[in-house]
Every structure is written in C-alpha cells, then in structure tokens.
C-alpha cells in the first residue's frame, strides 16, 4: 500500500546507528544517505527513511502513530527488540511476544526510537 514512510529526527546520526542496528536484525541493508541528509533503508516492499524536518522546525514522535516493520519470524522480532534497545531505543509497551486479538495470533515488538517515534517489528505466524 505504501511506496514509502519518513519520519523526523533532530540527531539524525544518532537515528541512522539505531535503524542500521534494528532494521539490520530483520535483514534490511545499512541506511544510505540523500543529498538532502536523510537515510533510506529499502527493500522490495518499501523504502523507510529519517531525517531532520524539512520546514527547520524540531522533529517530533507522532503521538498515536505508529510505524511497523515486516519479520520473517519471531527470532526475528526478538532480535529488532534487542538490537533496538542496545542502539539506544527504548522497549515500550509489552515485552517482546505473541499476543493474540481480532486479526490473530502476532509476534510483536514495540519500541521508542532515539527521536521518540513509536515503531514495532510484527511477525504473523503460520
């Protein structure tokens, strides 16, 4: 459905070495930067990027908003939490694991990025 997200951060770097080590976890290549200074992590379904606002204005988390990531297992989503959280991210919400509601059983992993942008690695198994 989406061609592409980005969210907004004030320390980019500090951004770039937590998605390079989180989005690592689930396989996805190092970030590459644009002209414009923000990092891109692609893969065939998507294309994710950081960045400082373009307007000048100071980056903010989107309070409600939430960005989720595709895991090929539930190693997969442990290992996003973990690599997150050693990045400098921070776990939020329930620890990393199955929960089961109206669209089935997920593997989830929540976590806050250096910029307080909510985002979580899911796995859907079977």
């Not at 061609?3 to 951004?15: N, P, Q, R, W």
């Not at 973990?82 to 929540?110: H, M, N, Q």
């Amino acid at each position: 459905m989406f061609t592409h997200v980005i969210l907004g951060a004030d320390d980019v770097e500090a951004s770039r070495r937590f998605y390079d080590a989180a989005l690592g976890a689930l396989g996805v290549e190092p970030g590459q930067a644009d002209p414009l200074g923000r990092y891109w992590w692609r893969t065939p379904r998507g294309s994710f990027g950081v960045g400082k606002p373009l307007d000048g204005g100071p980056a903010c988390g989107a309070n409600g908003g939430t960005i989720g990531f595709h895991a090929k297992s539930a190693e997969a989503v442990q290992a996003f939490h973990d690599a997150g959280v050693a990045a400098g991210g921070a776990s939020i919400e329930d620890p990393p694991g199955e929960r089961k509601g109206p669209f089935g059983t997920l593997i989830l992993a929540y976590l806050r990025d250096p910029a307080g942008n909510k985002i979580c690695a899911m796995h859907r198994p079977g």
